[in-house]
């Protein structure tokens, strides 16, 4: 069974930071990973999309990392602004199916 | 700009008495699905179409049922809502045929239970 965790669930950073946030699943049989943005009351934007046959991402401040075999992904932001504040999640679509499973997401607040 | 719609954006409904809730999608894909979110939780499927071909998650409550009368709208009926299906419900979409089956998502439908 696919399980998704995020750590850390919440983090706190002053503006200008660079920062990593983290995605760990149990099951490396994935035909994607993709890392979602949620603010507070509102659906989820997508930021990135790795395919299984790919090592990275990138779009803007942002670039995102698999590493099936160790069944990691990392979303690195770099120079973190007031407006990047947020709840981070990641999810992962299995093979052979249509089953997406999400982590809990990673709670970020960027201080001014 | 091509979106996921979903109305209302705020539903308050009594115990017991059945909601429907909308989604429509300007993209033209093929997969539309319905997710549950609670409160500081991770989304969790509930069932998906892949064009007029229905899957429900096995865990899916029968209260909740899903029609698709075309490929723009899909909808997501509780027939008999608890104080335990409050929750933002989330409709998203995806095109497998393009090779990236990335999910697209509109804004949810915050369900009020009283």
């Known amino acids: 069974k696919q399980e998704v965790t995020q750590i850390p669930a919440a983090l706190s950073v002053p503006e200008g930071e660079n920062l990593v946030l983290n995605c760990s699943f149990t099951d490396s049989a994935i035909y994607n990973l993709q890392w979602f943005r949620q603010d507070p009351g509102k659906g989820l934007t997508s930021l990135l999309l790795i395919q299984s046959s790919q090592r990275e991402q990138t779009s803007g401040r942002l670039n995102a990392s698999l590493d099936k075999s160790s069944g990691r992904s990392t979303l690195y932001i770099a120079a973190s602004q007031p407006g990047d504040s947020a709840t981070y999640l990641c999810?992962?679509?299995?093979?052979?199916?249509?089953?997406?499973?999400f982590g809990a997401g990673t709670r970020l607040f960027v201080k001014a | 700009d091509a979106m996921v719609i979903q109305n209302p954006r705020y539903q308050v409904t009594q115990f017991g008495k059945p909601v429907t809730l909308s989604c429509s999608q300007t993209l033209n894909h093929n997969v539309m699905y319905w997710y549950q979110q609670k409160s500081s939780q991770a989304p969790k499927l509930l069932f998906h179409?892949?064009?007029?071909?229905?899957?429900n998650e096995a865990d899916t409550p029968d209260n909740f049922q899903s029609r698709r009368p075309n490929t723009s709208f899909c909808f997501l009926d509780i027939r008999s809502p608890g104080l335990g299906d409050a929750a933002m419900y989330l409709c998203?979409?995806?095109?497998?045929?393009?090779?990236?089956?990335?999910?697209?998502f509109g804004p949810g439908t915050r369900l009020t239970v009283l």
């Open positions: 179409y892949y064009d007029k071909d229905f899957n």
């Open positions: 999810a992962v679509w299995r093979t052979g199916g249509f089953k997406t499973i």
């Open positions: 998203a979409t995806s095109s497998p045929g393009d090779g990236y089956n990335e999910q697209f």
